[in-house]
């Protein structure tokens, strides 16, 4: 998961994000349901600063 935060890109993340922490930061954002979670890097490893591990 990566956020826009004072314009930089930065990564929130945790070893074991899964769909319960994405419906709790798409409520959050209020934005919808989650549609899809996915992990271990399906898109590669992100480049971003680490803003938290642990949500």
Known sequence: LEILHNQ??????????D???AEVVCRELDCGA???????????KG????????I
């Not at 930089?8 to 994000?17: L, P, Q």
């Not at 989650?34 to 590669?44: C, H, I, R, T």
């Not at 480049?47 to 642990?54: F, G, P, R």
């Open 19 to 21: 769909q319960q922490d």
């Open 47 to 54: 480049d971003a600063q680490m803003w938290t591990q642990e």
């Open 34 to 44: 989650p549609v899809q979670v996915l992990g271990a890097a399906a898109f590669g």
């Open 8 to 17: 930089t890109w930065m990564s929130v993340c945790d070893a074991a994000f």
